[in-house]
């Protein structure tokens, strides 16, 4: 496994492997890595000949408010999990990536409002910026995604839909710990009780799918009935938006009907936020 810091090389070392021939699966990361960033280099790794995983901590995409100074960084441990699944790891200088000077932002429009977009204002601008720069450098053939994050998901696809990138999108699974909770690296902000009271999050959004399931199509009363099973968890001290959304437009729906829907949420627990979702056909 080899380390490459700046961009030019990166690009270099891309273009002389896709000239031997070779396919590149590339996962992007901000590091502090996970099982959930395991099970994408793993599905790189066995769907390309090189495996090319980023470690960029994208200060774009934070808001001034946001946690991009304490966001968790694990640069040895992460290097040590890569080892033997990764061919390069690519870690940009936050100046190479971004010259004082840099002027140019990324916006796919509609995807981007509902959901985290109404809660994280210019966060998709900075993720679709810093992702389509990442797809120039490394130039994968395939790019891994986590359904964790199911818009930011939706939105690369349609950012490589709209401007013909030459790639293939591949969204994976989430992985969740033993409890249903999401993994994440901001799970490591939790403190012990917190850590129990943050599977509230995943109980609702089965919750919600257990209510379509039963019959319930009214929106409304379906998110009421997730918002009940949150509300029963002191430590949840805010519910940023809880409800079901077409999987394809992400716009909320008011009834449920036949499509594929997604039931998404965010939640603050004690200072962190939580994102979690479910797609409904994926009950069981
Ligand atoms: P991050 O480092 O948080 O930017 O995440 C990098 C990639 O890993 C993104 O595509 C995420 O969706 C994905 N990811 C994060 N957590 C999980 C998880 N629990 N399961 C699957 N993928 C994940």
Do not use: W
Request: overall charge negative; hydrophobic content about 40%.
């Amino acid at each position: 496994m080899e380390t490459i810091r700046l961009p030019r090389v990166m690009r270099e070392t891309s273009i002389k492997e896709k000239r031997s021939g070779r396919t590149i699966g590339f996962v992007p990361t901000m590091g502090a890595l996970h099982e959930g960033h395991m099970s994408l280099v793993r599905a790189a790794k066995a769907e390309n000949d090189i495996v090319v995983a980023s470690i960029f901590v994208n200060p774009i995409q934070f808001s001034p408010r946001e946690d991009f100074d304490r966001y968790p960084r694990a640069l040895s441990d992460d290097l040590e999990k890569l080892e033997d699944l990764a061919d390069f790891v690519f870690l940009p200088e936050k100046e190479s990536m971004y010259p004082p000077d840099f002027s140019t932002r990324v916006e796919v429009v509609g995807v981007s409002e509902s959901m985290c977009g109404r809660f994280r204002p210019g966060h998709f601008q900075g993720v679709a910026t810093v992702v389509l720069k990442l797809f120039n450098i490394v130039q994968p053939s395939r790019a891994y995604f986590g359904q964790k994050d199911y818009q930011q998901s939706v939105i690369i696809k349609r950012l490589a839909r709209d401007l013909d990138l030459p790639l293939e999108v591949v969204v994976c699974p989430t992985v969740r710990e033993a409890d249903g909770l999401a993994m994440s690296s901001r799970n490591a902000y939790l403190n012990p009780e917190e850590r129990k009271a943050a599977t509230a999050l995943y109980r609702a959004l089965h919750a919600g799918a257990k209510a379509i399931k039963e019959g319930q199509r009214d929106t409304l009363q379906l998110s009421g009935a997730m918002r009940l099973t949150l509300s029963e968890e002191p430590l949840v001290s805010q519910v940023q938006y809880i409800s079901a959304y077409d999987a394809e437009t992400l716009q909320e729906l008011e009834t449920i009907e036949k499509k594929e829907i997604v039931l998404a949420g965010a939640v603050i627990v004690g200072t962190t936020r939580l994102i979690d979702n479910l797609l409904v056909n994926d009950l069981k």
